[in-house]
């Protein structure tokens, strides 16, 4: 017989990798507790001297287990009881136990689906559930409570909080990390004091300044507030609720100073409202009742655009169901709707009734319908499934960019222009066959107005940003080989082709025409690369995102354009 812990018996090769990792961690857990019996005459350091503390327990801390798919589910469970099988270990899991339910019922479907058979006779005692296998790893289960008020009122605070930024010196001025050089020094050797220049200032980095979409007043701080529960009641429910509210106002842009002010659609003071809050109690219901939703958002446009419209409260007391002797009937959903909808139902209009009554002594809601439908869009856009139901509604046209102009006409993409205006030696479009026609795999056919590749209330801020940083140069080239008085392509010009050219992933050669041609938008975007204009930008980006922004997600990706030139010229 081998003797019991021999490294080299041929017993152990038999062994599994579990049962070796469990041995490993019961002889760690042995010499922990050796270490911790043994007197302390001597406390133990590190190779630099410090002391090193005693170890009583590895806590183990696991968490967003229930994004992962079922079989990686069913691994940690395991790994976890392996774990919990030593006195050493202690495990602390984080996870929606619906998720590790339902993982447990699709791993072990044949298992389940045999002792649900089993449990179905008379004498149940022998049926085995998933529920059934957590109580055999988990010792203590622990249900947090929802977020009541004041947690919430305080986490809205903590996100919507401004940022304090740190002073930046002025430029040309020491910031402190170094001693500010002598304007004067004198010779060791004959005393004459040598004059040394002082440091020449740099220009400064001209930012663009925004606005900051998380920078609320006190009037939406207070509206949000009543949106707490029993409306969001998780800290994932109010951080979505915020970053939603401030990618709505960076969306709207200069527009979200007109949604702050009263609003009256017929002039009259009476029925005036401020547009804001149609929005936040509309965000709100999409962040607390997902399913409803998709079907509450269209019925809002399609009540508001029927013939004398109601009002909002008429509104939600036509989206109650009532029990009738065929049913549960509503006037709004009709009279095809189970209990467990109405009751869904119900819920919802309740809940934003209340909150309208409450609402009413300092920030009533808009009155009017169309207050509110003109936010289901732009809201439910916000959402997975909502999104799908509100982009098929008709909807106003945004602003549209006056020079970036693109026409779709006879199934081909062409760029806007006078119609009068010849080209190709003054053949038709489609007769042409140059390199500029037949690029676009459209195959409708739209007249009318332009469609712009994006629109003028997001293109006007990017240019500005970014013609603060262009270097100043003469409209003509005076230096050129052979005299040519010809002026430069505007800045703005070959901006807005590489705008084009990120936006669609078309090629240089696609969008050249008569303002430009591909080799210049080239031949300039390499200018700009070597000049470090881009390099400028992603360092103004940096510095000012939080500011300009503000929002609480923590990746962001961006597109670099300088990467752009060591691919092949297309």
Request: glycine residues 6%.
């Amino acid at each position: 017989m081998e003797r019991q812990g021999r490294r080299d018996s041929p017993y152990r090769a038999q062994l599994g990798l579990m049962t070796q990792i469990r041995e490993d961690f019961e002889e760690m857990a042995r010499l922990l507790a050796a270490a911790a019996d043994r007197p302390p005459c001597e406390p133990d350091v590190d190779a630099v001297g410090d002391e090193l503390p005693r170890i009583d327990r590895i806590v183990v801390y696991i968490d967003d287990l229930d994004r992962c798919p079922p079989d990686r589910v069913v691994q940690v469970l395991e790994a976890i009881q392996l774990l919990l099988a030593v006195p050493l270990f202690v495990v602390i899991v984080a996870v929606d136990p619906r998720w590790l339910l339902r993982s447990l019922t699709v791993h072990y479907q044949e298992l389940f689906e045999t002792a649900g058979a089993a449990a179905a006779s008379p004498d149940d005692s022998w049926g085995s559930t998933p529920m059934q296998c957590l109580e055999k790893i988990f010792q203590i289960p622990f249900t947090l409570p929802l977020v009541d008020q004041a947690g919430y009122t305080a986490m809205v605070e903590t996100l919507t909080a401004m940022v304090p930024r740190a002073s930046q010196p002025a430029v040309g001025q020491q910031s402190g990390r170094f001693p500010p050089p002598a304007a004067a020094a004198t010779s060791a050797v004959s005393g004459v004091p040598l004059a040394r220049p002082g440091p020449r200032p740099l220009p400064a980095v001209p930012v663009v300044e925004r606005f900051d979409p998380l920078a609320l007043t006190d009037d939406e701080r207070r509206l949000i507030a009543l949106l707490g529960p029993p409306l969001v009641t998780t800290p994932r429910s109010v951080k979505r609720l915020v970053n939603s509210y401030g990618l709505l106002n960076a969306l709207r842009g200069s527009q979200h100073e007109q949604d702050l002010q009263a609003t009256s659609p017929d002039g009259a003071d009476s029925s005036s409202y401020y547009p804001y809050r149609a929005a936040i109690v509309l965000l709100g219901t999409l962040i607390a009742f997902p399913g409803l939703s998709s079907a509450f958002f269209p019925r809002l446009v399609q009540a508001s655009s029927e013939p004398g419209s109601c009002s909002w409260p008429e509104f939600l007391k036509r989206t109650c169901a009532q029990r009738t002797a065929d049913g549960w009937t509503s006037e709004l959903l009709g009279t095809h709707i189970t209990e467990a909808e109405a009751l869904r139902w119900d819920k919802l209009a309740r809940t934003l009734d209340k909150l309208t009554t409450e609402a009413a002594a300092g920030l009533p809601p808009p009155e009017p319908l169309s207050a509110w439908s003109q936010w289901a869009i732009p809201v439910g856009r916000l959402s997975f499934e909502t999104g799908r139901s509100v982009i098929t509604l008709p909807s106003t046209t945004l602003p549209l960019s006056g020079s970036f102009e693109i026409l779709v006409v006879r199934g081909f993409c062409q760029p806007h222009r006078n119609p009068t205006t010849p080209r190709h030696g003054g053949r038709s479009p489609q007769k042409s066959h140059g390199r500029n026609v037949h690029r676009s795999s459209l195959r409708s056919v739209i007249t009318g107005a332009p469609v712009p590749v994006i629109p003028s209330w997001l293109l006007e801020p990017l240019w500005d940003q970014f013609a603060a940083l262009l270097p100043g140069r003469p409209v003509y080239v005076p230096s050129h080989s052979l005299g040519c008085r010809r002026p430069r392509i505007a800045d703005r010009v070959i901006f807005e082709k590489l705008i084009q050219v990120l936006r669609s992933g078309c090629s240089c050669v696609s969008i050249a025409g008569c303002t430009c041609g591909a080799t210049t938008i080239r031949d300039r975007r390499d200018e700009w690369i070597k000049a470090g204009i881009f390099a400028d930008l992603k360092t103004i980006a940096r510095e000012s995102y939080d500011r300009i922004i503000g929002l609480v997600p923590q990746d962001l990706a961006v597109f670099d354009l300088s990467h752009r030139r060591h691919h092949h010229r297309p």
